[in-house]
């Protein structure tokens, strides 16, 4: 780790980043952010619920999914910034930690991703920042979903649309046991819900007796 820190340094040396919103050079690679921006960009938590299994679910976002933030979370995403996860995860946790019973809760898990968009991307960024986010709150990781196949991307989709699309796209992993335990859903953002609430569903229906959402950005 030593190793890689120090060769982290000197490829920035040659190659600095730069802040997502001025343009300037960013003193810390983990966040999108230069240190004079980060103070603009401190999450504003957003808290809404999604109807799933007739309740409805909490959901708690760190951002609104416009300007700069919503161009970090597409770096992060589509151009191999997996470094912002650090920030992100760090920005739902200080939202998340503002909730009474919280540390009632057993696991943290994430939204998947296809065996084919895995694969071309590398990495699936909610699982990153679940990963760190269970870090930060004490709650344990488990990989709980299978993305069965590529959908349409919901953004092109009509309300109507969006809700079909993801029917049947995901399942649970085989093996596992989580009956009767509370579950921290994470993904990066959420818009009109459906693609949480589908996952809600397969959670609860595999025996989870809660689950909440946590997002990066809120996108309503």
Do not use: W
């Not at 600095?16 to 603009?40: D, T």
């Not at 679910?57 to 151009?79: H, L, V």
Request: hydrophobic share 35%; glycine share 6%.
């Amino acid at each position: 780790m030593k190793i890689y820190n120090f060769i982290k340094k000197i490829f920035a040396l040659f190659y600095p980043e730069h802040c997502v919103a001025c343009g300037g050079l960013r003193e810390e690679s983990n966040s999108p952010f230069c240190i004079s921006c980060m103070e603009k960009f401190k999450p504003n938590r957003h808290v809404r619920t999604i109807f799933a299994c007739g309740n409805d679910i909490k959901c708690i976002s760190a951002f609104t999914y416009e300007g700069s933030i919503r161009k970090a979370i597409c770096d992060f995403k589509f151009e191999g910034q997996r470094n912002f996860a650090d920030f992100f995860a760090e920005s739902i946790s200080e939202c998340v930690l503002q909730d009474d019973g919280i540390e009632e809760f057993d696991y943290i898990t994430s939204v998947p991703l296809s065996k084919e968009r895995l694969s071309e991307r590398g990495y699936n960024q909610a699982e990153l920042v679940a990963k760190r986010v269970g870090k930060i709150l004490g709650l344990e990781y488990l990989d709980t979903l299978n993305k069965l196949r590529n959908n349409k991307t919901q953004h092109t989709l009509s309300k109507e649309e969006r809700a079909e699309n993801v029917k049947g796209v995901y399942s649970v992993k085989s093996g596992l046991d989580f009956k009767n335990k509370k579950i921290a859903l994470c993904d990066d953002i959420v818009t009109t819900g459906n693609t949480l609430a589908e996952c809600i569903k397969i959670l609860v229906d595999a025996g989870a007796a809660k689950v909440i959402c946590f997002t990066t950005a809120d996108a309503k």
